[in-house]
C-alpha cells in the first residue's frame, strides 16, 4: 500500500507564504507525475499544478508566477512553494501521484488527505 501524506497548511495572511509538502511512502517502484489539487468550500476540486517524472511542469493560470511546484525524487517528495498569497487561494490542497507499486504492476492515482490553507488578515 502507498501513503502520501501532507503538511506545511495554515493561517497565514495576504501576500505571505506558505510552503507545502507531501511525502510517499510503502510500496514505491516508480512514481511519474505529481501534483497539487485544491478545493475551496462550496467549489469542486481544481487542479493547481504538476511536475512530470522527467521534470516538466505546468501551473493553473490562477497560480502562474505565485506558486512552484518541484520534487524530490530521492525522498518522493513534492512541494509546492505559494507566495503573494491570495484570499482565493485559500481551500484543502491535496496531493496526486501516479505510483507504481512494483514492476509487476501499472500505475495508480494516490490522493493525500489534504491540508488546509487560509489566506486571511
Known amino acids: 500500500q502507498v501513503q502520501l501524506v501532507e503538511s506545511g497548511g495554515g493561517l497565514v495572511q495576504p501576500g505571505g507564504s506558505l510552503r507545502l509538502s507531501c511525502a510517499a511512502s510503502?510500496?514505491?517502484?516508480?512514481?511519474?507525475?505529481m501534483g497539487w489539487f485544491r478545493q475551496a468550500p462550496g467549489k469542486e476540486r481544481e487542479f493547481v499544478a504538476i511536475i512530470l517524472s522527467g521534470g516538466p511542469t505546468n501551473y493553473a493560470d490562477s497560480v502562474k508566477g505565485r506558486f512552484t511546484i518541484s520534487r524530490d525524487n530521492t525522498k518522493n517528495t513534492i512541494y509546492l512553494q505559494m507566495n503573494s498569497l491570495k484570499p482565493e487561494d485559500t481551500a484543502v490542497y491535496y496531493c496526486?501521484?501516479?505510483?507504481?507499486?512494483?514492476?509487476?504492476?501499472?500505475?495508480?492515482?494516490?490522493w493525500g488527505q489534504g491540508t488546509q490553507v487560509t489566506v486571511s488578515s
Open positions: 496526486k501521484m501516479d505510483v507504481r507499486p512494483s514492476v509487476k504492476l501499472t500505475s495508480y492515482p494516490y
Open positions: 510503502g510500496s514505491i517502484f516508480s512514481i511519474y507525475q
